[in-house]
């Protein structure tokens, strides 16, 4: 056996291949005259190369001229990334035409199987029948099965008339299903399992790739209880900055009332639906600093949201939408937001649309003073929906601005002092009172604080990675003055105001607890009133080195109000409650974050909450935290995560109300990681105060191979009841 190798070859004639040449190994090598055209014969290990092509056979007959190949045994064809084998294969290096009678394709982790391909495009072929998997046995675990499919290198393979095999198992059948050779997204996940409102139910989702800046994702839902649900989620992105998402959901619900809405006598429709629109686009226009952003909420009904899709009720109670263009430069923003009111069970101030021009603090010429302001005018509607909201609804045309001087200096050269003076005035075209309002705004204040540390360099701890200590401390006072208004707060419209909720004793909380109190960051526009106190406080921060940086190993800031004056009719006290907020990192793999509100007056603790976050990198993980309101509810919730071996990983979550001792979840789940699978096998309990508790089993399935695609076990949003 010799080798002979004949490199330089070059395609002859005006038609030839382009100047670069094309490079031929083979055992043996001959020509033959064709014509006027010579072929080149290769046998055994014959290999072909041009530009990013390589073409592998037994046997290969090369046309120099035209650049057809006809290969035979053992044929592997590799370009772009991908790899070609077959039993026999035609092929131009000029065109790129391929054509074969069954080959197997490879593209990452995606194994085709096609026979009778032809080529129909520039990077498009036809497929009579083919199979796809991830599964690179002989015999694979699963496959999903064409009738007919066409294949995009590089990008895509679209199948149909589909069926999903476990072994020789059909277990699925879809009329088209698209899989992704980028690997960026799964043809496929699926949930099954059965709880106590839905029974048995079955989530399929399948996703799309329309384009290459457009991704669809289809879900098919069957609920043994509920009924059939679909929907779709299309994410997009749009020009070089924009991206969205744009999606719907419909079941035709057969049991839309849980125990506690026939006790409070709510009526739900057996047509559900939601819809929403998220888009944002940062340099609209390619202007800089010009933002969009559109976030629509469309639903059915106040519940839809909670009994399909409890992880985002959980995030956001009340979806509102907004529409709002923003440009924004060095010292300065304009918007212009639209707030409709999409679902009119919802309680919800409409801005139809409102305007605002804010100028951020800078400095006068050359002079010691500094400007800010903020403006806006906008139509206002406040409705209350099915909430009952105790506050005023109405509407109106508010028009509002306030200007602020400051004069920030150092004195001593160690203490912050800044004095301010605003004048400001809020207009509404009507109130309460059925008559407009106007209302001047005057403000003073004086902002101090002054910083001082300590550093100990000697300090050393190799167990905690203590490399010296240095403590810093702040303290601060900051003086508000505003006088009473012409227009109290109870004849206005409140618009935007601090919203409260009534605690099971009878006291207001106050939901804005953590709020600004200087202007213009105090927003609460409708609220303002007589103001005189002083707020003081004191930070702190425990620091070391690490790898050359500082690292903060605590930080502690704590402060209250003292009222100059107070209304002893409102039962205001001196001093108002102690705030405190505590991070804690002494270590890289442990966290701890809290906040508390502490009434002096009382003596009690009215707020507490708490997280703290222990782990071993992808070992294992442990969290606890605490929400604590007195006279509302005391929770106390605890998850972890395991990993069992190398192929489980066990993750467990309670939450238990320690007020009424009532578990309102637990949840256990134990995911898998096979040749081919991610499976999470998961039970979850819901405590319920009204009805039984509610109990679900499931099994979620989603492919091993897709490492940048988002999985979506999530879906199994059981509700609440």
Known sequence: MFLCALTGVLCAGPAGMAAEPALIDAEQLSFEQEGEQRVAVGNGNVVIRY??????????????????????????????????????????????????????????????????????????????????????????????????????????????????????????????????????????????????????????????????????????????????????????????????????YYINDGDPRDRIDELAGKELPTDRYRAQWQHTQPDLFQRPGLDLKVDIHKQSDSDVIDDFFHGEFLGELEPQSVVDVTQRGENFSVSVLARPQLNDFFAEVERLPEATWAVNRRRLGDTPLFYEQITSVGYLDNEDGDTNDVLFSGHAWRAHTFHQLLVPATWFG????????????????????????????????????FKVSRTWDDVRCEALRIDGLRHIVQPFADYHWTPRLDSQTNELFQFDTVRTVTLGGGDLLA??????????????????????????????????????????????????????????????????????????????????????????????????????????????????????????????????????GRRWVLQTHHRVDLEDGVWESQEFKLRQETHDWFISYGVRVSGERVESDEVAVFVAVTLKAFPGADLTIGRVDLGSD
């Open 414 to 449: 160690w203490l912050s002092v800044t004095p301010r003076a605003g004048i400001g005035g809020t207009y509404y075209s009507d109130a309460v009172t059925d008559e407009s309002e106007e209302r001047p705004i005057y403000h003073a204040g004086l902002e101090t604080a």
């Open 511 to 644: 939901l804005a607890r953590y709020s600004p109190s200087t202007y213009p960051a105090y927003n609460t526009i409708d609220a303002i009133d007589r103001m005189h106190f002083v707020r003081f406080g004191l930070r702190q921060k425990l620091q070391t080195r690490r790898a050359q940086r500082t690292w903060d190993l605590a930080e502690l800031e704590t402060w209250t109000d003292y009222r100059l004056e107070r209304d002893d009719a409102a039962g205001e006290d001196d001093f108002n409650d102690l705030f405190a907020t505590l991070r804690l990192r002494p270590v890289e793999w442990f966290v701890l974050d809290s906040s508390a509100r502490y009434d002096v007056s009382d003596g009690v603790v009215r707020e507490f909450n708490s997280e703290a976050r222990v782990f071993d990198t992808d070992r294992w993980s442990v969290g606890v935290g605490t929400r604590f309101i007195k006279d509302d509810s005391n929770l106390v919730s605890f998850s972890s995560a395991w990993r069992l």
């Open 51 to 248: 530009e990013d092509a390589v073409l592998r056979a037994d046997k290969v007959r090369f046309n120099m001229a035209t650049g057809d190949a006809h290969a035979e045994g053992n044929v592997r064809l590799t370009r772009d990334g991908q790899e070609w084998v077959a039993p026999a294969a035609d092929y131009n290096f000029k065109s790129r035409a391929l054509q074969m009678a069954e080959v197997r394709a490879s593209a990452g982790a995606i194994i085709v199987r096609g026979y009778d391909v032809s080529q129909t495009g520039s990077n498009q072929y036809r497929v009579a029948r083919a199979t796809a998997t991830t599964c690179d046995y002989e015999r694979p675990h699963y496959r999903v099965e064409a009738k007919r499919a066409e294949i995009w290198a590089g990008d895509r393979v679209l199948m149909y008339n589909v069926t999903v095999k476990l072994g020789e198992v059909p277990v699925f059948w879809f009329p088209v299903m698209i899989w992704s050779l980028k690997e960026d997204f799964q043809p496929l996940a699926v949930s099954v399992g059965s709880s106590s409102r839905w029974g048995f139910f079955a989530l399929v989702t399948t996703y799309w790739r329309l384009h290459e800046n457009a991704r669809l994702a289809v879900h098919t839902d069957v609920r043994a209880k509920r009924g059939f649900g679909t929907g779709a989620d299309l994410q997009y992105r749009l020009g070089p900055t924009g991206q969205g998402t744009i999606g719907g």
